[in-house]
């Protein structure tokens, strides 16, 4: 089915020059956005604590004289709006059109990464539905903060519509980014940090995509569009090999489905590098349940509403291989989505089933919307035994217990392996999606055990653990992470870079990691 054409993120320009083009007495675009820093240490004692007008702003300043604004004006409308410099806060220079239609007032708090994404977002967000907006924060901004930049830029400008009359609201046409230091050194790291944020914009829209579209077939067709662009191996299973090969979870979970199951494999070798090299090999597995009813053990309704984003960890698989190449991805990296769709009908999985799973290992199906666990592992399973991994990453919004324990603003994170974990942990810091840790706890371990097969598939207990601890066996002892993203895969309410609604959480954090890591 067609959907209706997307906005696209905004085009994103460099200038090592100011605002204002001195010779033309012109500013760069109608709308400028400069930083105001909080006040200086020393003035925290002033119990106004005036906010700083940071750099870029003197030559705005200067062109704002032909409009009668004096800096003493522009501190009155900073105090008047309790501007304070905080991350993201945005105060509007009112003017009357002439040389600059609007300036704004943009608070860069501490000027760490996740300060200057909060501003980016907000500036995106205040510029949405304008022809071009030019900004001076890259003066204050370290490599690092610049990519962050640039990350809330783009994610803030997000939207996704399936409106008649077009979308309700156009990212900003233009985004100018002025006062950059380096400009040679800087289109490297934007190049960077469009293909990573790119990636996060790419799996937000496949997780909000209705499941009236995205079956597992539709997402096969999206993995062929992207292996065909950037020049990934791609193979696929349908229903008929998966049974005849023996995923048991995958073919189990999606039978009673109109829409039949696939497992989709995407490869991706460094340039010069042959499919058979030495280098690591990373094998990246995606939860991607196309809609999650809970089968047979059928979901309220209120439970089920959101479940077209239970795909979400095979959205972010596809949008982190489709930007490997962009990035210039050193090592090898392999990307299996686990697609079904969790149905009901005559032939659905019935509690008390019993199914065997790549490789033999059986489960009891005690509750049947505990699916993902049962895809996941077939595809685990498969990734040990064939493709000879050196790491293996799963992704997964797999139980709703996530919510309880970290909420909608982090991500649960499971590993057998410390260094991994630490570097997973580290990437998501700088790219801005947050994991925590949480234990692989062996106590909890007999909870698994079914009086008929290896192991029963919703044992209670704590939830997000003993999941973890049904999928341990089938990555076969090598250097594992599991990522829960059930709660952080969804965002309650816009908030800088996140949109309400499907967050396609992950693929910046695993890019930000596959590009740069001592892997193996
Ligand atoms: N897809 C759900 C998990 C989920 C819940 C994701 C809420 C996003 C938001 C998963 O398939 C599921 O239903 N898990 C059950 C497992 C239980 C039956 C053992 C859960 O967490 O309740
Ligand atoms: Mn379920
Ligand atoms: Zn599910």
Known sequence: MAFPSQVNPPQIGLREASLVDPDAR??????????????????????????????????????????????????????????RGAAGEVTVLPLHRGVVEEVLLVGVG???????RKAGAAIARRTRDREAVATSLPAL?????????????????????????????????????TDVPDEAAYVDLLGRATAVS???????????????????????????????????????????????????????????????????????????????????HVVLVGKGITFDTGGLSIKPAEAMATMKRDMT????????????????????????????????????????????????RTSEVTNTDAEGRLVMADALAYAAAELAPTVLVDVATLTGAMK??????????????????????????????????????????ELLDSPTADADNAPGGPGAITAALFLEPFAAGLPWAHLDIASVGDSPVDAFEWTS??????????????????IG
């Open 26 to 83: 012109r500013a760069v675009a109608g709308t400028l956005a400069v930083p105001v820093l909080p006040a200086e240490p020393a003035d925290a004692g002033d119990e106004s604590g005036t906010p700083v007008l940071g750099p870029g702003t003197a030559v705005v300043l200067d062109l704002l004289t032909e409009h009668g604004i004096t800096g003493d004006d522009v501190f009155a409308v900073l105090e008047s709006a309790g501007a």
């Open 313 to 360: 960890g095979g959205g972010v698989v596809l949008a982190v291989l489709s930007a490997l190449a962009d990035l210039g991805c050193p090592v090898r990296v392999t990307g299996l989505i686990a697609a079904a769709e969790n149905s009901i009908s005559g032939s659905a999985l019935r509690p008390g089933d019993v199914i065997t799973h790549y490789g033999g």
């Open 141 to 177: 901004a370290d490599p690092e903060g610049f990519r962050a930049l640039v990350d809330g830029l783009i994610l803030g400008s997000f939207g996704f519509h399936w409106r008649s009359e077009g979308p309700e609201h156009r990212p900003v046409g233009r985004v100018v980014l």
């Open 198 to 280: 790119g990636a996060g914009w790419y799996s937000r829209m496949l997780a909000l995509m209705p499941s009236n579209v995205k079956n597992p077939q539709w997402l096969a067709d999206q993995a062929a569009e992207v292996a065909a662009r950037t020049g990934l191996d791609l193979e696929v299973w349908d229903e008929t090999r998966l049974r005849a090969e023996g995923f048991g979870g995958i073919a189990g979970v999606g039978q009673a489905s109109d829409s039949p199951p696939r497992l989709i494999r995407l490869g991706y070798t460094p340039a010069g590098a042959g499919a058979t090299s030495d280098l690591p």
């Open 404 to 445: 309880v324990a970290l909420g909608q603003r982090t991500g649960g994170m499971f590993a057998n392996d410390d260094a991994l974990a630490d570097q997973l942990r580290a990437a998501g810091e700088v790219a801005g999606e947050v994991l925590w840790r949480l234990p692989l706890a062996q106590e909890y371990a």
């Open 110 to 116: 501490a000027l760490a990464p996740a300060d200057l």
């Open 501 to 518: 609604g499907a967050t396609g959480f992950g693929a910046r954090l695993l890019l930000r990691w596959l590009e740069d890591a001592e």
